[in-house]
Nanobody
């Protein structure tokens, strides 16, 4: 069994910063891609940023230059540093990790429970 636990969301003023964390626990052999997604009310879930096991990153155009994704493989954790937050960044943020539980078994996507980010003055 694998579980992802997110933390770090909250209320911040425009221009402020937050750092999200997402830690996986349980039976883990390896983790491939990790990523962050967000969903605002009335909108579809969208990709924010991803990072491969080799450290290659990809960002949505709307967050380039403001958000940074990183990972700590030893801790099975992915982070999202969000700077210069804007009201349009407000959403529930979800992490996803592509996890293999045992050698030779396929990898599956696991999702965190979501954490609310509110950007308001």
């Amino acid at each position: 069994q694998v579980q992802l636990v997110e933390s770090g969301g909250g209320l911040v003023q425009p221009g402020g910063s937050l750092r999200l964390s997402c830690a996986a626990s349980g039976s883990i052999f390896s983790i491939n891609d990790m990523g962050w997604y967000r969903q605002a009310p009335g909108k579809q879930r969208e990709l924010v940023a991803t990072i491969t096991d080799g450290g290659s990153t990809n960002y949505a155009d709307s967050v380039k230059g403001r958000f940074t994704i990183s990972r700590d493989n030893a801790k099975h954790t992915v982070y999202l540093q969000m700077n210069n937050l804007k009201p349009e960044d407000a959403a529930v943020y979800y992490c996803k990790q592509q996890i293999t539980m045992r050698r030779g078994r396929p990898a599956y996507n696991y999702w965190g429970q979501g954490t609310q980010v509110t950007v308001s003055s």
